[in-house]
């Protein structure tokens, strides 16, 4: 074991070693620059400056269409550029007060920060603090300092993540079935979460504040200021609800946010004629319960996952212009709201969350990573039940939302938590668990995948495209504000066909010739046969791509934790004055903005990416170890899945750490 | 049970309904009602498109299909007055030097205030002082303030409005290429449609902006036929400062050191003094344009200015 652990620290310290060694070999002695900035709407040119540590930068700069500034937190300077004149306002933007301000027109810069943190940090981001525009927010560029310690040594990294994981392999022993423990009865463990889960009121209760907290987006939204960080509904809806479900709800809690949506809630206390209190059918039917409205079953052909994904995808493409525009982001959240009211009346159940819900395809798809999960306590009593009285509902709780019997949960995807089942079980067989051990959800269809896939690109779209220095890409999503319809549709049409199209192909490609290096002579003229595009091959490919979800989820986190640490004053301030009317609720109206921590951005982001990686990587390989049962053919199966993987991941790293 | 669901429902159309209602009411009674009574709270919407202050209330519901004009403000004598300054887009500057009120800076989604009283009878001119886009130089608007008892005065109509319809014309021809220039980034607003000045320029030295269209006497340029000559080796692009042979234009030099300082002016803008040290910063200056404009561009205005000499006939 400790001569495991010691080849492994070595491996790590050659492959981050050599790099980091030719970088600091490679980079250049310091000089003098002079640098002119051009500022616009909504970028810089140059976007990205490139020095060694040490060099002396002189910036100029000039302004076109309205005020911009140079914000350049880690130097502790914020110039000041008006069009009307050549002159620059300099001061400190940790200084809260606006004296200190000094009128010139050069600026001097001497590459790389102080003390032993500044020496690691190589990329700085400059940004603009005058309000320019909808898309102001993200008018960002680099200042990139060499010797880049974290791009070589992150590169290293990954190549050191590939090797032990060629090593574990290696030393892992062929049959040895690991079995993973059964979750930890929660309901058991803790009498009073079992009073709660089983308490009538509980998801009207919970989900009360989180409605008013809607209306409260939806009114800021429409009638609050035009300037996305300081209105409440966009602060809100995207820097805090969607950080909170890529980073902690989602992972943690899985389909938790589903409890306490408000979305389809008021169409549902609709549907039911009831907020906390059940109601038994009259006569008995299809359901123990009596609903209003018509009640429909949804259309066969529409079900599945793929009507929300392509929601999701819509909504995805315009997110940019949605965040810049706080009337965008409620008229798409009061969009939903209306439709899920509508649904409800129409269609039975909760219709919209099972089918239509942009949002449920994000929150399904990473639930596996959900720790808590619903599940039946003993099969065996499920197995006498007649009554099945969670798919039905009784006078105790109303029937599954999701149209489940709570024995064929076997995955989070489906599951939203409602816990009406825990009221309606007859034999108190239904528990909360905790899941121990790895988790195990397979995709049962191609919507599935597909759906792994999508959000996989979109996860490196928003960095590419919202946090990216190139004022071009800003461009392309910009639609909206710019009404550049032509690029935002050719944008579209190039993002459609490569999530939907391009990638599948090439993972399914990839599954396809992992399948035949795998396999032996016999079963590689088996699959030859059957066919490029065969339902062989298609079962694989279901069964590989949950190895997207460790890396995809991860990528989101790199876009939301930015976000966070960006935003995070004004978000503060955001509350303090919801609609930028002049209020002062908390006190923290006037406060300025300072980003936490943007030097360790980048780093955050580099270990995300690589521990998704890593993860990926695993559930790869196990998934393929399941499938043929030994160590090498499981290597070669995944081989060319993984090579796509790490081939993305390293993009990414080589993204946020060099650009 | 029963209870129970009554007072659910109640609490859903509370926070549906009644949430919204609060939300008003506290703006109305708590942060308006905050000011010393007797005040009068005016709140001014900044709008860079079109450019205006208005009194009207700007949201997502309404900006991007209204035209806000510029808000007169009609006060009576006496009135205490706070205004509020919102920034509907970008960040704007509010100033009415005759009133001493401001330079406030007005930064998007944050609201800043302003208070004066209102003593003395009379109109007053507020302006936008920073660069806030294509229509900054049109807004600006009236305070009216009215004696006790006397109707409203009506201040003298600000004569343009910001229209960004100008078509574009070929780069080419210099004399129209500079005219549309001159029309576009708005010159025409302090400076006249015929270049006539004589707008108003509050503690200015000059009182008044100066008038452009006699350009072709300021570069001493005394004849048409010179003006043709030097316009023509603005076209032709010649290189003032490698003259291969000099043009039959008198005092030449002298026109050439003209031109130069009318460059200037247009590129890096002037600073205009005060007539009384003591007083306000005049409100109107030249601003530098040459981040907006190239070195064509502004010959091409220069170009149009000299073209709007009225030559006499003289033809005696």
């Known amino acids: ?659 | 049970m029963k209870f129970k669901e009554i007072l659910a429902t109640i609490s859903v159309i509370v926070s549906v309904i009644a949430l919204p209602l609060v939300i008003n009411w506290y703006h109305e009674s708590y942060v308006l009602g905050a000011y010393p009574e007797g005040t009068k709270v005016i709140t001014l919407s900044a709008v860079a498109k079109g450019g205006a202050w208005t009194l009207d209330k700007v949201d997502g519901t309404n900006y991007w299909w209204k035209d806000f004009k510029p808000a007169t403000i009609n006060l009576e004598e006496g009135d205490k007055v706070v205004l509020r300054f919102e920034s509907t887009d970008v960040h704007h500057r509010f100033y009415c030097p005759e009133l001493n009120i401001g330079p406030v800076e007005v930064e998007p989604g944050h609201i800043v205030t302003a208070e004066f009283e209102a003593n003395e009878a009379g109109t007053y001119r507020y302006y936008c002082t920073s660069m806030c886009g294509d229509c900054h130089f049109y807004m600006q608007g009236w305070i009216v303030v009215t004696a006790k008892g006397q109707p409203p005065q009506q201040p003298e109509e600000i004569a343009m409005a910001c229209e960004q319809h100008y078509e574009k014309p070929p780069k080419k021809d210099m004399v129209t290429w500079g005219k549309y220039l001159y029309y576009k980034n708005a010159c025409i607003s302090c400076h006249g449609d015929e270049g006539q000045g004589g707008v108003e320029n509050i503690n200015y030295i000059k009182d008044e902006i100066p008038a452009h269209d006699i350009l072709a006497e300021k570069l001493w340029l005394k004849e048409k036929e010179h003006v043709d000559i030097f316009v023509d080796m603005l076209k032709k692009r010649v290189d003032f400062e490698d003259l291969e042979e000099e043009p039959d234009i008198p005092l030449f030099n002298l026109v050439l050191k003209q031109y130069n300082a009318a460059k200037d002016l247009i590129r890096y803008g002037k600073h205009c003094a005060k007539a009384d040290a003591a007083g306000p910063e005049p409100p109107l200056q030249m601003v530098s344009w040459q981040a907006l404009l190239t070195d064509y561009d502004m010959d091409s205005i220069i170009t149009y200015l000299l073209m709007l000499y009225e030559w006499e006939d003289d033809e005696e």
């Open chain 1, 1 to 659: 074991m400790i001569r495991r652990v010691f080849i492994a620290i070595l491996v790590i310290s050659v492959c981050v070693g050599i790099p980091i060694l030719i970088e600091w070999s490679t980079t250049g002695n310091p000089e003098t620059k002079n640098i002119h900035m051009e500022l616009f709407r909504y970028g810089t040119t140059p976007s990205i400056i490139r020095a060694n540590r040490g060099d002396e930068l002189i910036f100029t700069f000039s302004a076109s269409n309205t005020g911009h500034s140079f914000l350049l937190q880690d130097y502790r300077i914020e110039v000041k550029v008006s069009p009307a004149s050549e002159k620059v306002e300099v001061r400190d933007p940790l200084q809260s007060s606006y004296e200190n301000i000094i009128d010139t027109d050069k600026v001097h810069l001497t590459a790389g920060l102080e003390g032993w943190w500044g020496k690691l940090v190589s990329l700085s981001r400059f940004r603009c603090h005058i309000y320019c525009g909808p898309m102001h927010g993200f008018e960002q560029g680099d200042l990139i300092v060499r010797p880049n310690w974290l791009f070589s040594g992150s590169l290293g990294l990954l190549v050191a993540i590939i090797i032990i994981a060629f090593l574990r392999v290696r030393w892992s022993s062929e049959n040895e079935p690991k079995l993973i423990p059964p979750p930890i009865d929660l309901n058991k463990k803790l009498p009073i979460l079992d009073k709660i889960l089983k308490w009538r009121p509980l998801q009207f209760v919970v989900t009360l504040p989180v409605l008013a907290g809607f209306v409260l987006v939806i009114i800021a939204g429409f009638f609050g200021t035009k300037v996305g960080g300081r209105n409440f509904g966009v602060m809100l809806t995207w820097s805090v609800w969607m950080a909170l479900l890529t980073m902690i709800l989602v992972p943690l809690g899985g389909r938790i946010w589903c409890l306490v949506c408000p979305l389809p809630a008021l169409g549902e206390y609709l549907q039911r004629g009831a907020t906390v209190q059940v109601r038994k059918a009259k006569k008995e039917g299809k359901y123990g319960n009596r609903f209003f409205g018509f009640g429909f079953r949804w259309p066969r052909k529409l079900s599945g996952t793929w009507l929300r994904l392509l929601f999701f995808l819509g909504m995805g493409t315009l997110s940019a212009s949605m965040a810049g525009q706080p009337k965008w982001t409620a008229t798409a959240l009061f969009s939903l709201f209306i439709i899920a009211i509508i649904m409800s009346l129409i269609w039975n159940l909760r219709s919209f969350c099972m089918y239509i819900c942009p949002v449920a395809a994000f929150i399904s798809l990473y639930s596996p990573f959900g720790r808590i999960v619903v599940r039946s306590r003993d099969t065996e009593i499920c197995g006498n039940c007649r009554e099945r009285a969670c798919l039905r509902g009784n006078e105790k709780g109303w029937a599954c939302p999701y149209e489940l019997c709570v024995p064929n949960i076997k995955r989070n995807f489906d599951c939203g938590v409602c816990t009406e089942c825990f009221k309606s079980c007859p034999y108190d067989n239904v528990t909360l668990g905790l899941r121990r051990g790895r988790w195990t959800e397979r995709f049962a269809s191609y919507g599935q995948a597909w759906q792994a896939i999508v959000l996989l690109v979109l996860g490196m779209v928003y960095p590419l495209t919202i946090l990216s220095p190139w004022t071009v890409m800003r461009d392309m999503v910009n639609v909206i504000d710019k009404a550049t319809w032509l690029e935002f549709g050719k944008y579209a049409a190039v993002l459609w066909t490569i999530a939907l199209g391009v990638v599948p192909l090439l993972f399914w490609l990839a599954t396809r010739f992992g399948m035949l290096l795998s396999a032996n002579k016999e079963k590689k003229q088996n699959i030859r046969t059957s066919g490029i595009f065969s339902a062989v091959t298609g079962d694989v490919f279901k069964k590989t791509m949950p190895a997207l979800l460790p890396l995809g989820l991860s990528f989101w986190a790199t876009f939301f934790i930015a976000t966070v640490m960006i935003n995070l004053t004004f978000i503060i301030f955001s509350i303090s004055d919801p609609f930028g009317h002049g209020w002062d609720l908390l006190g923290t109206a006037g406060m300025p903005w300072v980003q936490v921590w943007p030097s360790g951005i980048p780093w955050i982001q580099a270990t995300l990416v690589l521990t998704g990686l890593t993860f990926s990587l695993k559930k790869g390989y196990q998934v393929w170890f399941n499938e043929t049962g030994r160590k090498n053919d499981a290597l070669k199966g995944f081989a060319p899945t993984a090579t796509i993987l790490i081939l993305l991941a390293a993009g990414m790293l080589i993204y946020f750490t060099n650009f």
